[in-house]
T-cell receptor, first 116, second 112 residues
Framework: GQQVMQIPQYQHVQEGEDFTTYCNSS?????IQWYKQRPGGHPVFLIQ?????EVKKQKRLTFQFGEAKKNSSLHITATQTTDVGTYFC????????????????FGQGTILTVHP | TAGITQAPTSQILAAGRSMTLRCTQD?????MYWYRQDLGLGLRLIHY???????GKGEVPDGYSVSRANTDDFPLTLASAVPSQTSVYFC???????????FGEGSWLTVV
């Protein structure tokens, strides 16, 4: 079946360093969403990207959707200990006719740890 | 607003026993989901329901069953638990298949 591949699986950074996680699909996505799960918590929606080349920012977080709508990234500038958690992307596919189909499929997630 | 309520929060279950994880949402969402989360494997979809009265199999449906008698409730049943079903189970809902997914707090299940 179709998959959303997310890398890296783990990332350990020093507080203040930047962090990036990437999602890739072999086929075109209609939209991609990003979620954050704090340790011991549940995933919480962060943002949705829909347009080709779209860039959205939330404070220190920058989200990008690729021009071909097959990849996306989440970049955190100057990480803080509050950024610790698992970041998931979730994508839905689009057929040749431009119609979205299927359910949102989650990537495996990137576990971020931040050393103070 | 309660959102999604899962019960129990945690459970230790003897292998071979049956168990139902309960899930209720108060957002009138059409779609509901059950995921399991295991370290290194991310969120894996067990079963889903696009509307009351319909259900579908996800990525890892074996050993689990669901029902969707009404909009609000989506229970997950383990007919005969096995240790490999030890996991954290998340119930979730969304307005439709591609909309934002809202997750419950999770149910931690240990099968011994």
């Amino acid at each position: 079946g179709q998959q959303v591949m997310q890398i890296p699986q783990y990332q350990h950074v020093q507080e203040g360093e930047d962090f990036t996680t990437y999602c890739n699909s072999s086929t075109t996505l209609s939209n991609i969403q990003w979620y954050k799960q704090r340790p011991g918590g549940h995933p919480v929606f962060l943002i949705q990207l829909v347009k080709s080349g779209e860039v959205k920012k939330q404070k220190r977080l920058t989200f990008q959707f690729g021009e071909a709508k097959k990849n996306s990234s989440l970049h955190i500038t100057a990480t803080q200990t509050t950024d610790v958690g698992t970041y998931f992307c979730a994508g839905r596919w689009v057929n040749a006719g431009g119609t979205s189909y299927g359910k949102l499929t989650f990537g495996q997630g990137t576990i971020l740890t931040v050393h103070p | 607003t309660a959102g999604i309520t899962q019960a129990p929060t945690s459970q230790i279950l003897a292998a071979g026993r049956s168990m139902t994880l309960r899930c209720t949402q108060d957002m009138r969402h059409n779609a509901m989901y059950w995921y399991r989360q295991d370290l290194g494997l991310g969120l894996r979809l067990i079963h889903y329901s696009n509307n009351a009265g319909t259900t579908g199999k996800g990525e890892v449906p074996d050993g689990y069953s669901v029902s969707r008698a009404n909009t609000d409730d989506f229970p997950l049943t383990l007919a005969s638990a096995v240790p490999s079903q030890t996991s954290v189970y998340f119930c979730a809902s969304s307005r439709g298949p591609g909309n934002t997914i809202y997750f419950g707090e999770g149910s931690w299940l240990t099968v011994v």
